[in-house]
C-alpha cells in the first residue's frame, strides 16, 4: 500500500509545491516519511530517522514530513518531531501545509487528531494521478480501510472503515497504465476482496472488477499481468477464483493469509472464518487453476498459543503446499486488541517456531521449485540479479527466476525461459525467445 | 437528539446492576445495526477507547452496551463516571457475530456466554422475538445474572461456579458436558477465551460441525 501512496505524494510534490525528486537524502530540502504502524520496528526506525534529520537542521534548510498509518499515540509525539504531520485522506492539503509552514505551527493543522480519514477525503486521494516509480509496475489502490478486526492487527484503527474506490477510476487508471505498457499492476487494498461491500447496489463487486479488467485487458492487444493483495478468506468467493481462470491477464497468482493453521488460534484471532472454508478455497483454487501459485501469511507465537496449535500450522504447510509464506512472529501492535491480551509466548520459543516452520516452507518450496525444471515459463524480467552477468525475473506465479543475460534492454519486458536448475525459493532458466 | 459530529455521542443515562457492572444507554443517531455487532466507545476527547457489543435492540432508537468495569480498567471504570448529557466518542457499529436471517426465522440457536459476554445475546433476544434459543449464562454468584427477567426462563440456564444458586452449581462448560447436545443448532460462545476453546472443543467432540460454532472473544 505505501508503494502506492507515495507514488500519490510524489505527483502532490513534484506538480504543486516546485521541489524536485532527488534519491539522494543528504541532498534534500525536503525529507519524509510514509509510515506504517503495522509493524513496531518500522516506528523504531521512524524514531531514529527523524532525530537523525532534525540534527541535519542545524547544517541546511530542511523541511520534514510524516503520513501513512499512525496511531493516535505516535501521531502525538510525531507532532513534535515533524514539521508536517499530516492523514493521507488530507493528501490535497499537503502543498498548503508546505507553504505555510512557518506561519503556522504543525499541531495547529490538525483539529482532530483521532477522527478517521472521511470518505470524501479519501476519494479525492485517489484521483491524485500517481508518479509511477517503475516503468513497467504499477500498484493501483482500489479499497481503503478494513472493517473485519482481526485482534492482531491495527489496521481497522489506524485506516478506518473500508472504503472502495469508484471502479470508472480504478479501469481508468489501469487502461492508461496498460497503455502505457505497464506489465505488472497489482490492486491494493486492506481487505481488497471486500470490495465493494461498502457500496452493496451502488458498485460492482470484487468478482465483477476483476471481470471487467479481464476483458478490457484481453481485448487490448497488449501483455500484462493483473494481480492484488492483500484477500480475506472470508469475502474468497468461487466466483473470483473462476473470473481469474477465464482471463489470461488476471496474473495466476493467489496470496490468501491465513495466520494460522489451528481453529482455536483464528478464533482468538477472530479471523471470522473456519480451516474448512479456506481448505475450500484452496481446492477450488486447484480445481480451476491448477498452475496457481498459492502465497500466504502465518503469524507463529500468537498469545496463547500452543505448541499443539503451532504443529497444527506446521501441518497446513504440507497439505497446502505454499509456494511462498511470509512467516511473521507475534508481536503486539499498539491499538489492536491483542495489545491489551499479555504476549505469554516467551520469544525464544517464537524464534524457535519461527526457524521450524521457516524450514517447513524451505522443503514445500524447494519441491514446488523442482517440478518446474524442465518446463518453460513466461517471465517478466524486473531487474539485475545480485549475480553479475544475470537478470532477475518473475513468473507469472511470482516465483524468482534468474537467467544468464547482458542485455538490459529486457527489463521490463516479458522473455520465454526454460527452467534449468531450482533452489530453495528461486529457479534458474536459459532465454528460449525474446519479444 | 442532535448529532454533535461523526464521532460523537450523548450520554442518556447508566443503569447499576451489580456494583461493578451497569447498562450504559446513549444516542444511536440513526447509525445502522444488526444485533451482534459492537461499537468502540472513548470519552470524548481521550485516546482510549474499547469495544463493547451492543445491548439493545435493533429496534430501539437508542444504543445501550453492558460493561463490566474492571482493573486497571482505562475505559471501563471511566464509561461508569459518566452522566447525563456527557459526550462519549463513538466508532461503528461493527462485526461479525451476528445471526444469518435464515437461522432467525428457521433454526435454533445455542447461546454461551461467560459475564458480559451475555450482551450480544440480549439485543439478539429483544431484536428476534421469534428466535428459537437456548441459552447458558455463565458467572460466579446469581446477582450476575444480569436483566435475567428479559429472558424466557425456559430458555435460560444460569451456571454459577462461585454458589450452589443457579440451574447448575458449575460452569457452562460442565453443562455442556453433562448435557445431550442438538447437533442441528447453531452454537454462539461470547466472552471469555478459555471457555471459549473449552466450550469448542466440547463441541466438536460431541459432533457439532465447526461452521455452526460462532465464536468472539473479548479477553
Ligand atoms: C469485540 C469485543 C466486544 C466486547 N464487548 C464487551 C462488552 O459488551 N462488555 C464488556 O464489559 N466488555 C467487552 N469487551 C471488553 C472491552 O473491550 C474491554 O477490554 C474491557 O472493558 C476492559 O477495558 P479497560 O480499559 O477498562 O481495562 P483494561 O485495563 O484494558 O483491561 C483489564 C483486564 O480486564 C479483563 N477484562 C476485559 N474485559 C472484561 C470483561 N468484559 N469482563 C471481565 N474481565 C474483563 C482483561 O483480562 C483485561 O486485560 C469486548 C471486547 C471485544 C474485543
Ligand atoms: S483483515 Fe485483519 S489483518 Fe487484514 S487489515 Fe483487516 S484487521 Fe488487519
Redesign the interface.
Known amino acids: 500500500m505505501n508503494m502506492s501512496d507515495s507514488e500519490r505524494v510524489r505527483t502532490i510534490i513534484e506538480t504543486q509545491t516546485g521541489y524536485a525528486w532527488t534519491d539522494n537524502e543528504e541532498e534534500a530540502n525536503m525529507l519524509g516519511i510514509l509510515a506504517c504502524s503495522v509493524r513496531q520496528k518500522a516506528i523504531d526506525k521512524v524514531y531514529s530517522r527523524i532525530q537523525k534529520w532534525n540534527k541535519w537542521k542545524h547544517k541546511k534548510s530542511l523541511l520534514t514530513f510524516i503520513s501513512g498509518c499512525i496511531l493516535a499515540d505516535d501521531m502525538e509525539k510525531f507532532l513534535k518531531l515533524f514539521d508536517i504531520v499530516f492523514r493521507m485522506s488530507e493528501l490535497e492539503k499537503l502543498p498548503e501545509m508546505i507553504r505555510q509552514y512557518g506561519v503556522v505551527t504543525p499541531a495547529s493543522l490538525f483539529t482532530d487528531l483521532t477522527a478517521m480519514p472521511k470518505n470524501e477525503s479519501i476519494n479525492t486521494f485517489w484521483k491524485v494521478t500517481p508518479h509511477y516509480s517503475s516503468g513497467f509496475e504499477a500498484f493501483v489502490p482500489i479499497q481503503n480501510g478494513c472493517d473485519k478486526f482481526c485482534t492482531f492487527c491495527a489496521v481497522p484503527y489506524t485506516r478506518g472503515r473500508e472504503v472502495s474506490r469508484p471502479s470508472g477510476e480504478i479501469l481508468d487508471e489501469i487502461a492508461n497504465l496498460v497503455g502505457q505498457g505497464y506489465k505488472s499492476i497489482t490492486l491494493l487494498g486492506q481487505n481488497v476482496n471486500s470490495y465493494g461491500h461498502d457500496k452493496k447496489g451502488e458498485e460492482i463487486t470484487f468478482p465483477q472488477l476483476l471481470e471487467r479488467i479481464g476483458e478490457a485487458g484481453d481485448n487490448s492487444g497488449k501483455e500484462f499481468w493483473v494481480y492484488f493483495t492483500s484477500p480475506h478468506p472470508r469475502d474468497m468467493t468461487d466466483e473470483v477464483i473462476e473470473v481469474i481462470s477465464r482471463y489470461k491477464c488476471l496474473g495466476k497468482q493467489i496470496h490468501l493469509p491465513i495466520q494460522s493453521g489451528d481453529e482455536k488460534v483464528l478464533i482468538r484471532m477472530n479471523r471470522k472464518h473456519t480451516l474448512e472454508k479456506y481448505r475450500d478455497i484452496i481446492h477450488t483454487i486447484r480445481r480451476l487453476i491448477p498452475e496457481a501459485t498459492i502465497f500466504t501469511d502465518i503469524i507463529v507465537g500468537f498469545t496463547g498459543e500452543t505448541e499443539e496449535q503451532f504443529e497444527n500450522t506446521r501441518k497446513i504447510m504440507d497439505e497446502f503446499r505454499y509456494n511462498m509464506a511470509y512467516i511473521a512472529q507475534y508481536s503486539q501492535r499498539p491499538g489492536a486488541v491483542s495489545s491489551r491480551w499479555v504476549d505469554d509466548v516467551p520469544t525464544e520459543v517464537k524464534k524457535t517456531r519461527y526457524h521450524k516452520l521457516s524450514n517447513d516452507l524451505r522443503r514445500v518450496s524447494a519441491a514446488n521449485n523442482r517440478a518446474m525444471v524442465g518446463k518453460i515459463y513466461r517471465v517478466l524480467v524486473t531487474g539485475h540479479d545480485r549475480k553479475a552477468g544475470y537478470l532477475s525475473a518473475l513468473t507469472e506465479g511470482k516465483i524468482v527466476t534468474r537467467f544468464a543475460s547482458e542485455n538490459h534492454d529486457l527489463i521490463g519486458n516479458f522473455v520465454d525461459l526454460k527452467i534449468t536448475s531450482s533452489t530453495d525459493f528461486s529457479v534458474e532458466g536459459e532465454v528460449i525467445t525474446k519479444t | 437528539m442532535t448529532k454533535i459530529s461523526?464521532?460523537t455521542t450523548k450520554v442518556h443515562h447508566i443503569r447499576h446492576l451489580t456494583p461493578s457492572t451497569y447498562v450504559l444507554r446513549f444516542d444511536r443517531d440513526q447509525r445502522p445495526f444488526t444485533a451482534g455487532q459492537h461499537v468502540i466507545l472513548g470519552i470524548h476527547g481521550q485516546?482510549s477507547a474499547r469495544?463493547y457489543s451492543i445491548y439493545s435492540s435493533e429496534n430501539d432508537d437508542f444504543f445501550e452496551v453492558l460493561v463490566k468495569a474492571v482493573k486497571p480498567g482505562d475505559v471501563s471504570q471511566k464509561l461508569k463516571e459518566l452522566h447525563h448529557g456527557d459526550l462519549l466518542?463513538v466508532?461503528g457499529p461493527?462485526?461479525?457475530f451476528t445471526i444469518e436471517p435464515e437461522i432467525v426465522t428457521q433454526g435454533k440457536v445455542v447461546m454461551i456466554a461467560t459475564g458480559t459476554g451475555i450482551a450480544p445475546y440480549h439485543s439478539y433476544v429483544r431484536s428476534y422475538p421469534q428466535l428459537d434459543y437456548k441459552m447458558l449464562h455463565g458467572v460466579r454468584y446469581a446477582s450476575e445474572a444480569y436483566d435475567r427477567a428479559d429472558y424466557d426462563p425456559s430458555r435460560y440456564v444460569l451456571c454459577t461456579s462461585g454458589e450452589n444458586a443457579g440451574n447448575l452449581h458449575g460452569r457452562v462448560t460442565d453443562y455442556l458436558l453433562e448435557n445431550e447436545i442438538d447437533t442441528t443448532a447453531d452454537y454462539y460462545l461470547c466472552g471469555n477465551?478459555k471457555m471459549?476453546?473449552e466450550a469448542?472443543?466440547i463441541l466438536k467432540e460431541k459432533g457439532v460441525n465447526?461452521?455452526k460454532i460462532h465464536?468472539?472473544?473479548y479477553?
Open positions: 461523526e464521532n485516546k469495544e466518542s466508532e461493527m462485526g461479525f477465551v471459549i476453546h469448542f472443543d465447526h461452521a465464536a468472539e472473544v479477553f
